[in-house]
């Protein structure tokens, strides 16, 4: 008995990290731990296996976005988007009554096909008990909207679109998911399934006030790529966005990816150095954080312009167009803004590149102002082993906006290799 309430105990503290509201604490101890079923120490230990299944199916349903987080009313709100037998407005309470119904929930005379073992013992032996095949539910969808928590409990907007083999866009700074909305559609309309989301601190996704390095953004690339259970996925990061693949293939081997874009990004290192004499000085990049602080609208008056190409002869973009990008940018936190701007200023991505052990899009404009090509997508191009490099000539930075269906052809032509 000491040992299932140390069990029941040790469930409270998990399904609380979670999320779960106190209702729904209530009905998952009353239902999963049960003395009566299991008085036995072996008949415990497999109750404990499934317990531990359970939790990480019940993080995979909140992951994948099967209710909205609202944290500060400390409930779960039903997704809309889901079939309207899947909702329920007690949160997480509605799994269980339908696992019982379902016989998703382990019997006394539940049998293992595979070693016979009976009851709780079978269960136990499950890899999952809610997804009981380990579907890719992520692929189900032909257009969705959700949140993906981090393993810090950090909420990332995520914007799935068309079905088939997963790309995974990430945007760059200060910009939200949204500035893939033209290349997405184009991918989706080609057979593809394109997961793009807002960075921590971007965006519709929660703003915290740490985590802004490499490491913990790589991490959250993980953390969505585990929550939507995505493999063979091709990954495209642009500008700041580079960053996040080059570190996710170095901290997590690439894992589940079959090949990577870099558009205009920042890898393998931004800073001018000795060692590297084409980068941006640290001058600059200090007076673009002054300027943040001291005016983020008019700074990106100026920016901007820059980043599209703008000039007195040539606008590839329309004043409309610029408007939203500012518009966009000022959703992101201050703090965000300038911890990523540091991040992606300063680190050096060099010793990530021998970990692209993958075929690699790399696609620059020369005459890029922002990100110059020579410290970068040259640099990149020379430095990863399977690399390919298309270089725009006289293209800017935002090649998303500026040359979109060129880049639009090229990445198909590349995921279709």
């Excluded at 990480?56 to 400390?74: C, I, K, N, P, T």
């Excluded at 257009?143 to 799935?160: C, F, H, P, S």
């Excluded at 490499?214 to 959250?220: A, E, F, H, I, P």
């Excluded at 996040?244 to 205009?264: D, F, P, Q, T, W």
Aim: include cysteine; glycine fraction near 8%.
């Amino acid at each position: 008995m000491d040992n299932v309430l140390s069990t029941r105990e040790h469930l409270r503290l998990q399904l609380n990290q979670i999320g779960t509201n106190q209702t729904t604490l209530a009905a998952i101890l009353a239902l999963v731990i049960r003395p009566a079923d299991h008085p036995q120490t072996g008949a415990f230990r497999a109750c404990a296996r499934v317990i531990a299944v359970l939790l990480d199916d019940l993080r995979r349903a909140v992951a994948m976005g099967w209710f909205a987080a609202d944290h500060r009313r400390d409930k779960f709100l039903p997704d809309p988007t889901l079939p309207v037998d899947w909702q329920c407005s007690e949160g997480l309470a509605w799994l269980l009554p339908w696992m019982l119904l379902s016989n998703r929930m382990p019997f006394p005379n539940e049998t293992d096909r595979r070693t016979g073992k009976q009851g709780l013992a079978a269960a136990g032996n499950r890899r999952s008990i809610l997804f009981p095949e380990a579907p890719r539910l992520a692929h189900k969808f032909q257009a969705t909207l959700m949140i993906v928590n981090t393993r810090d409990q950090t909420g990332l907007y995520t914007k799935i679109w068309g079905a088939g083999r997963p790309v995974v866009l990430i945007h760059g700074w200060p910009l939200s998911a949204d500035s893939w909305d033209d290349v997405a559609l184009s991918l989706a309309d080609a057979g593809f399934q394109t997961v793009a989301y807002d960075r921590r601190g971007f965006g519709r996704s929660d703003q915290p006030w740490n985590g802004y390095d490499y490491n913990n953004l790589s991490d959250d690339l993980l953390d969505l790529m585990t929550a939507l259970n995505l493999d063979d996925a091709t990954v495209v990061g642009f500008s700041m966005g580079g960053g996040e693949v080059a570190r996710y293939m170095s901290r997590h081997r690439g894992k589940n990816l079959r090949s990577a874009a870099l558009i205009s990004s920042v890898v393998p290192y931004l800073l001018k150095t000795d060692d590297n004499p084409h980068g941006v000085p640290g001058e600059t990049l200090d007076g673009i954080a002054r300027a943040l602080r001291e005016d983020r609208p008019k700074f990106y008056e100026s920016f901007f312009k820059d980043f599209y190409g703008v000039g007195l002869l040539s606008s590839p973009v329309s004043e409309a167009w610029l408007q939203w990008t500012r518009s966009v940018s000022m959703q992101a936190s201050l703090r965000a803004t300038l911890a990523c701007a540091k991040a992606f200023g300063t680190t050096d991505f060099r010793p990530d590149l021998a970990a692209f052990q993958l075929p690699t899009l790399i696609v620059h404009g020369t005459n890029d102002q922002t990100v110059p090509i020579d410290a970068t997508g040259r640099a990149a191009a020379a430095g990863i082993p399977q690399a390919q490099l298309l270089e725009y000539e006289d293209a800017p930075h935002g090649l998303f906006a500026t040359h979109r269906q060129r880049l639009v052809n090229d990445l198909l032509s590349f995921l279709r290799k």
